[in-house]
């Protein structure tokens, strides 16, 4: 599946981040064929009640950041046990709670903006996602083997969290949304430089 998702990667990012209002809270619907428009993302504000200050795509965010980071952090749980690198281990644990902080937020957010608590990438390996195989032989494996297939993950997680909120920051309406968006881009974008001298 991920593949197929990854064939085109702006018109994934664009349907992904399309959802709709339905039975009084905002819901993720499927992808549509078409990309669209930027100013029209930009000024659409969710019509339900209470969670009108959320846009289709704050929440369509949201969901998947909650979805991203749940895959990425059994990955960085692992490193203390799989490594004995001491920078990776300070890597790992710095990346975890920053994490764990963007996933209370996001989790807050959507329960803010009336959204259903169930997560809609349930079984989704999509960009950035870590797989149950991939976890499967990342437990496999230990010291530099290790550090190399993780090194791989994470930098697809950050690279893909950065690209997914980069288009939040520009066409979301949340205030506190749009702010996380960014700091996920501040910080991805740091991790990145850092995960570079990690693993030349």
Request: charge should be neutral; proline fraction near 6%.
């Amino acid at each position: 599946m991920r593949a197929l998702v990854s064939a085109s990667m702006s018109l994934f990012l664009a349907a992904l981040l399309v959802t709709a209002c339905a039975t009084g809270s905002p819901t993720t619907t499927a992808p549509s064929t078409a990309a669209p428009s930027t100013a029209g993302l930009a000024g659409s504000v969710s019509p339900c009640g209470s969670a009108s200050l959320f846009s289709p795509t704050d929440v369509a965010w949201l969901q998947l950041t909650v979805a991203m980071n749940e895959r990425l952090l059994p990955v960085l749980d692992m490193v203390p046990s799989r490594t004995t690198d001491p920078a990776w281990q300070t890597f790992a644990a710095r990346l975890g709670t920053a994490h764990r902080a963007d996933l209370s937020t996001a989790r807050r957010l959507l329960a803010e903006s009336g959204a259903p608590a169930t997560n809609p990438h349930e079984g989704h390996d999509m960009p950035g996602m870590v797989t149950e195989q991939e976890l499967t032989t990342l437990r496999s494996v230990t010291g530099v083997a290790f550090q190399r297939l993780a090194g791989q993950h994470v930098r697809a997680h950050l690279q893909q969290a950065v690209r997914v909120a980069t288009a939040e920051q520009r066409n979301g309406v949340h205030p506190a949304t749009t702010a996380l968006a960014a700091e996920v881009v501040r910080a991805g974008d740091a991790e990145l430089a850092r995960l570079d001298r990690l693993t030349p």
